[in-house]
């Protein structure tokens, strides 16, 4: 989850954990087709492409870290599940292997995040492009919406959706965290000083999923406006 630093009043009265008004658009209404034949914008021939090319993700991930993901584990395999801990080195890496150069980009131990490009290089392979939409050509990718065409906003109120403009708090001498995962919330109180808010996020905050920090280090990532956790090799933000 991020985490933030924000200079607000001292004053600045908002219910800490809820996202500030000024984040939250008014407009927004969801397609009226949303959950029948549109999917976050998607129709369903591409919510269900862009899951089973995420599992390739997955596979390759799995491979690479020598253990099986739960995803992979769910699949109707019959009685068995091959367990990526005990297959050959070659065989992992060559199934590694196949979804880098499809995906043409390195993996990591964070996964492929849904291989973007294979689900477009599967969609030229079979001749079907993409078109977006333009001014010159009004035509839009075959895999979005019928309605919204891609938004998942509801036509009628897509001019004031995206007409609006986002408010931040207002600014002031105080010191406040925030967490950004969501659109924004306040997560302590407002302190007069960094030093106050760093004992205070010591003892209450967390930098990523439940691990903490300490008070100078809080200050450190406050500072750099970096609020992270490393792990090894791996720095979660």
């Known amino acids: 989850m991020g985490r933030?630093?924000?200079?607000?009043?001292?004053?600045?009265?908002?219910?800490?954990?809820?996202v500030w008004r000024g984040y939250i658009n008014p407009h927004y209404k969801k397609c009226p087709e949303q959950g029948k034949t549109c999917f976050g914008g998607e129709n369903a021939a591409a919510c269900y492409l862009?899951?089973?090319?995420?599992?390739l993700g997955v596979a390759a991930d799995s491979a690479m870290r020598g253990d099986t993901?739960?995803?992979?584990?769910e699949l109707p395999y019959g009685s068995y599940h091959p367990d990526w801990?005990?297959?050959?080195?070659?065989?992992?890496k060559r199934m590694v292997d196949l979804v880098e150069s499809l995906?043409?980009?390195?993996?990591?131990?964070?996964?492929?995040n849904?291989?973007?490009?294979?689900?477009?290089?599967?969609?030229?392979?079979?001749?079907?492009?993409?078109?977006h939409a333009s001014e010159k050509n009004p035509a839009y990718d075959w895999t979005h919406c019928l309605v919204c065409k891609g938004s998942g906003i509801d036509p009628t109120v897509q001019e004031a959706h995206d007409a609006w403009k986002q408010e931040e708090p207002?600014?002031?001498?105080?010191?406040?965290?925030?967490?950004?995962?969501?659109?924004?919330?306040?997560?302590t109180p407002v302190f007069a000083t960094l030093e106050d808010l760093c004992q205070y996020a010591a003892k209450h905050s967390t930098t990523f999923g439940s691990f903490?920090?300490?008070a100078d280090e809080w200050k450190v990532m406050l500072e750099k406006e970096l609020v992270c956790h490393t792990e090894g090799n791996v720095t979660f933000i």
């Open 4 to 18: 933030c630093l924000k200079r607000v009043p001292m004053d600045f009265d908002w219910p800490l954990g809820k």
């Open 50 to 55: 862009s899951h089973i090319v995420a599992l």
């Open 69 to 73: 993901h739960p995803y992979l584990q």
């Open 85 to 92: 801990s005990i297959q050959p080195p070659e065989i992992r």
């Open 103 to 112: 995906d043409d980009q390195k993996a990591s131990c964070l996964g492929f």
């Open 114 to 131: 849904g291989c973007t490009n294979v689900f477009f290089k599967l969609l030229d392979m079979t001749g079907i492009k993409n078109t």
């Open 170 to 187: 207002p600014a002031g001498n105080g010191y406040q965290l925030w967490e950004t995962t969501s659109e924004g919330t306040p997560q």
């Open 212 to 214: 903490r920090a300490s």
